[in-house]
């Protein structure tokens, strides 16, 4: 006679366990990007959009002051980017070319309920380059 002691042992319902443990990581891991992507997304869109503003300024003509153009471009840039208000910004002009230097840090849930945040440290300085920067 056979034993079937072990038919209904520690396997029995490991798939449904299993299953389980899948989607969870699955629907964190979820959560995760859907509040990551957009922070990430908005801080490269922002580091262009400062690589442009310096150009702008540096192509600045007649009456206009590069420095009011580079500030301008900037402070447009933040509130289209959801810049934190406590940003630091430093506008800049050595050697007679505007330089920008952001700097800021935003929090990100990257678990449910607030259980772990993670820093997204942005720090950037715009400044022209190649042919545009030369003496």
Not at 86 to 102: L, Q, R, T
């Amino acid at each position: 006679m056979r034993s079937y002691e072990n038919a209904f042992g520690p396997e029995h319902g490991g798939a449904g366990v299993k299953f389980l443990l899948i989607f969870v990581i699955l629907i964190l891991g979820a959560h995760a990007g859907y509040n990551y992507v957009p922070v990430a997304y908005s801080g490269a869109n922002f580091r262009q959009e400062m690589d442009t503003a310096v150009v702008k300024g540096l192509a600045a003509t007649g009456r206009m002051k590069p420095m009011d153009i580079v500030t301008a471009s900037l402070h447009r840039a933040m509130a289209s980017n959801n810049v934190p208000d406590d940003a630091v910004v430093e506008i800049s002009a050595p050697k007679g070319v505007v330089e920008a230097h952001v700097s800021y840090s935003q929090d990100v849930n990257m678990l449910p309920f607030g259980l772990f945040k993670y820093r997204y440290e942005f720090e950037h300085t715009a400044r022209p380059t190649g042919y545009l920067a030369e003496d």
